[in-house]
């Protein structure tokens, strides 16, 4: 299980040993607001890596790869800046190929998970995004909105 702390701090707990995580880095300078993870298959399918993704109200996204086998379980892969403090909600799609954050400006920003850059600023609500999600089955994003809207977005 991953979890995001008040200090900017991302840790790793073991559900079968929760007296202490088995892994914990800070990776902002502001509370985590969000996280996602997702398994990302290597050689014959087998589970070896999950990419992390975080938001928190500083003006940047962390991208971390969590390798449970290893001695550093964790590690920080990137930081990508955002040009307005505060990610409300992050979200991997189902696929692997990019994921959406949801930000404080009102602007969905979706970025290649792989590359881990910048692909598109979707701006549609007049006030903080509150909530992104994709579709399991289409490649629909829905974004939501402190201005009470709804976006529905085809990602491709």
């Known amino acids: 299980v991953a979890a995001g702390y008040e200090d900017g701090v991302v840790a790793l707990w073991d559900l079968r040993q929760p007296g202490e995580p088995l892994a914990s880095l800070r990776v902002h300078g502001e509370p985590v607001m969000c ?39 964790l590690a920080l892969a990137q930081q990508l800046p955002l040009r307005a403090a505060g990610t409300a909600d992050v979200r991997i799609r189902p696929d692997g190929k990019l994921f959406a954050c949801g ?4 602007r969905v920003r979706l970025y290649s998970l792989r590359r881990r850059e910048p ?25 939501s909105s402190r201005d009470s809207t709804i976006a529905l977005w085809s990602v491709y």
């Not at 993704?53 to 790869?65: L, P, Y």
């Not at 930000?103 to 009102?106: I, N, P, S």
């Open 35 to 73: 996280l996602d993870v997702r398994a990302r298959c290597r050689g014959r399918g087998t589970t070896e890596i999950y990419d992390l993704v975080s938001g928190s109200a500083d003006n940047k996204i962390s991208c971390c790869e969590v390798q449970p086998a290893e001695a550093r379980p």
């Open 103 to 106: 930000c404080w400006d009102g």
């Open 119 to 143: 692909l598109a600023v979707l701006k549609y609500h007049r006030n903080q995004v509150t909530a992104v999600a994709f579709s399991p089955e289409t490649m629909m994003l829905a974004s």
